[in-house]
Every structure is written in C-alpha cells, then in structure tokens.
C-alpha cells in the first residue's frame, strides 16, 4: 500500500513537471495573426514575440509581468497601426520593446495605467496626440525610443513613485516632454530638439533634468509654469528662446549642481551648470569665456533675481571664433539676450484639419503678453514676466496651460476645435467655432488691453476631465474645457462682459425627459462647482442655443434635471470599449481575434491549476477506495 502510494506520487509529480505547468511561455504571434489574442491567451511571466509584418489593432494589457517585443528588434519591421497599446490598472511590470508605433489618430501610442510599473524601449512612435500617456502613480523607464510628430511626446503625469525618461530622441512635436504633478523623475540624456517647445513644466511637476540636448525648439527650449522647483544642470540649450517662464508664484529652480569631476555635456572637465547658446551665437555661453581653464564661465547668467544658474559652461575663447565681450561684471544685467514675443503670438501652422481637429492644438499665443516690455523668455539672462499674465497657481486659472495647449489627457477628448481673433483694447472680441464640432458655438468678451491675435480652444470630452473633482448632482450632458490665449489671460484684468454660448440636442432633453428650464452650465474653478444661469438664446428643427457669463474659461458640464427633480450621479466613463478591438487585421485573420493559434496554444501547455484540481480530486478518490 505504502509503495503504491509514493507510486502514484511520484507519477503526478512528473507528470505535473513534464506539463510545463506554472513555467513561463514563449508566444509567438505570426504576420497575419493578432497580437491582442496572444495577449488574451498569456498569462504572467510570459514573453509575446512579434514577427516582422503590420498589425491593425489596438492591444489592451490588463495581465501583469509580460514582455511584448518584437522578433527582429528593428522597429522598422514590426509595425503597429492604431491606438498602440492600453495598459489597465492591473497591467504592471510590463515591457515593450522594438515596435513602429504609428497613429492614425490624435489618441496616445502607449497609454500606462495607475500604478503600473513599466518599461518602454526601443520603440518608434509617431503621430498621435501623446507618444507615450501616464496616469495616477504609474511609473516607468521610457529608454532609447524616438518619438515624432505628435502633440506631446511624452507625458509624465502624476508620476509620485519616480519615473525615468532616458535616452530618447524627441523630434517634431508640440512639447517634447511634458511634466505635470509629478515627484521624483528623472529627465536624463535625450535629444528634444526642432519641436514648438523642448520642455514644459506644468502645475507641480519637478524633475531632475540633466544631460540633454535641447535645441532649435521654435517656441522655446523649456517652458516653465510649475509651482515647484526642478534641478536643471549640465545641459545643451540652443534655442532662439531657451526658457519661458510662466510661473509668477512658482519656486525658483536650480539650474547648477555642485560642481563635480566628469566629462560634462560639452566636453569640459567639470559637470556643473548648463550650457546656454543660440542658434545666431549670442548666446551667453558664446559670449562669456572661461578664463581660467575649468570649462565654467567667470560670470554667472541671471534669469531673474531668484532664477540664476551661477556655474555656466563655457569654453576658452582661444577655442571659439567669438571674442570675450568687454564687461567684467560679475552678473549679466537683464537686458542682455533678452528674446521678445511676436505680437502674433503663434507658432507653426495654426491651421484646423476639416473635422475640427487641429492640427497643432499647442497653438501658443501671447495671450496679452505683447504690449509688455518682455513675455519672461530668456537664455539665462532676462526677467521673469510680471505683468499679470502668469497663471498663478491654480489649475483653473483662467485659461490653457500656457504655450503647452489643454492640460486635459488627450486620451479623454472626443475631439476639439479652435478660433482665432484679433485682441485690441476697446473692442469686442468673438471667437466663432464654425466647424460646429462641438457643444461650444462662440464665445466673446470685450478687450480692455491689446493683445494681437489669440486662440480659443473648445475641447468636448469622453467622460469627466481628470483634473477636476465629481460633480455630484444633475443629469449630463456633455462635458468640455474651454482655453482662452495663455494661462491668466481670460481675466477681469484684460476681458470684460465674457459671453458663452452652447447647444444641445433636443432629442437628449425627450430621451431623458429633461425640463427645459433645469438646464445649466458648471463651472470649476478654485477647486469647487458653481452653477451658472443660462439664457436660452435660439433654438432650430435639432438645437437649443443656450449663453452664459462664465467668470473664467477652464472645466464646464452641461446638466438638466427630470420635472421630478431625479438626480442622475452616474459619470460617463471613458470610451475605452475600441481599445480592445482589433481595427481590421490582415486578410484572412478574421477570426484571429476570437480563437488561439495552434502554435500559441502548444506553448502555453496544459492549463495548471486546473490539471493540480484534478489531479488531486483522483488522488483522494483513490486513497478513500483502498480504505
């Protein structure tokens, strides 16, 4: 009885070991095939390998511990064209690596869930509205991708646990990289150069950036509008305008480290401060010389009163064509360098595609800058704006997040749509979004100064925006953000008499049965709804043309209420239902989708747990039969 026994024992547990059950598997997806049925099929600690060919689908991640890379490592062989990959909140510790990402659309290319823990490398991406999305306390390495032709090429958003963004290649975008709410990360040794802005730090985004090269960005090198303060040393800025600061009441950065013994960005013997040029040659590295041998300028370059990088790298002047100039001072006086901003105030083509889709929705305007003596652009040498036209602190400001476009993810616009008009002072301004792509039909106000040609943005939403809270009570109708020219513009300050007018379908008030009068606009601002009045302007066989007062332009939801009063809290929820659908694989996988392939189901082996279930079930029976 007892050999018999172990007998038995020792058969399950070859026959357990012989299974391949709980080992990790190796899935290959051929050029035909879908990769989210791969996906679908792998559980943890499997690695998914692409073959070389286009794949036509969006691929949701919601298994945590896999590897998705492709089979040759050449991005340029493994094509992914759609939304690119969704990672869920239970998606973690995932790696991809080696793809073509490349959009069709203005969504994201890699969009990483809360609480992810991942690393993106060796990719290539390319139009979409965000490269590579972040969200609530994901983090992630972002090594060794090139990223183009997007709105944003990378997003670090809320990021508290530390996220590094290395060795990337960041090209043609509206922001290279954007920082926002984020704590610990860590921008390092990446080329962001010939976007409208290199960098922008945004709200109480902070990071260590160090080792970049930042160069010939059409707005500026860096925008800075963060309340916090970064560490910004022993980088490459050659930019016409290398910083714009937007951050009135935001801290000082640090724009020098101590110095150290290492081979610096430009080859001197010490890592300390940052090198300032301009694509003319009067930058102030150009201009300032080190004299002494210690690859550090005798001057130290002075932004501002509280904004100074005090270790400049520079070279001897016995190495450069330029001459040392004749001042001696020991700090640069603010006129020095200083870049004004066109009145204009717009970069690259403000053009809107036919559906109302701009397509560059970062159109920066001056936004009343343009009758100030400066706007805060400078190469390390000139004053911080103090006009007025800074945003404060708040997030509802008034106004977009500054030459950065919508803070909104992009992942939660539906779409959007932008108007432009000429600010002068006494004159009433209207701002008419003719393409009727969203809820928003015109908004107006009347000038108090000049402030040349600015854009208005409307942006209609998926779902609530993320950066505001719930609104807890009324039937939705849409939600949508509304920009008026930069951050603090929209003011009682510049504007008067502000006019919004809105329309909504009649057939939404029937279905729901809404009375007419219940209608309202909501309003965010300083942290808070309020509720505004509405005046029903218009209306036609499909609309209700409602206007209103808002007293800034920021986060807006259009509620109705039953005749009986019902309060409706259900949010709308992103319209993420499309990311796990394929967009239309390759001929002759029309059923890729829904069943495994045979070679994927061989290296998945014989499913485990329920073989173990089994298998001891028959062990007890037998054991119970010998009694």
Known sequence: MKNRFIALLLSIFIFITG????????????????????????????????????????????????VIMSQSGNPEDTIIQGNGFYLTGDAQEITIKGFTIKGTDTSYGINLGQFSNCIIEKNKILNYGTGIDTNLYSTFTIDNNEISNCESGVSVGECYYG?????????????????GDSGNSQIENNTITENDQGIALMYEGRADIAGNTISFNKKCGLYDKADASSKIYNNYFNNTANVIFDNYYGSPNIWNTTRTTGKNIIGGPYIAGNYWAKPDGTGFSQTHYDVDGDGIAEETANFSESEIDYAVLATSNSSTPEQPPASTNSTVTPSDNVTETPSEGTVGNNSSSSDGISDNSSDDTSGGTSDSSSDGTSDGTSDSSSDGTSGGSSHSSGSSGGGGGSPEPQTNVQVKELSQAQVLNGKPVMFDFEKNA?????????????????TAIAEQLKAKSTLVSELNSGEVYKYFNLWVGNSGFATSKNIENPELCFKVEKSWLQDKKINQNSIMLNSYSDKKWSQLSVTLLKEDNQYLYFTAQPQVFSFFVITGATPEGAVNKTQAKPDTENLSNNTGNNTGNATAGAEQTSEQKESKGIPGFEMIYGIIGLTGVYLLRRK
Not at 163 to 179: D, F, H, L, P
């Open 438 to 454: 969203t809820c928003v039909v015109y908004v107006s106000f009347d000038a108090k100064k000049n402030a040349g040609k600015i």
């Open 19 to 66: 299974s391949g059950i709980g080992a990790a598997a190796e899935i290959i997806v051929h050029n035909g095939e879908s990769i989210q049925s791969a996906v679908n099929n792998a559980t943890h600690g499997d690695t998914i390998i692409v073959e070389p060919g286009t794949y036509y689908e969006n691929v949701t991640l919601s298994t945590y511990d896999l």
């Open 163 to 179: 996220a590094t963004v290395k060795n990337n290649r960041i090209s043609n975008c509206e922001i290279g990289v954007v920082v």
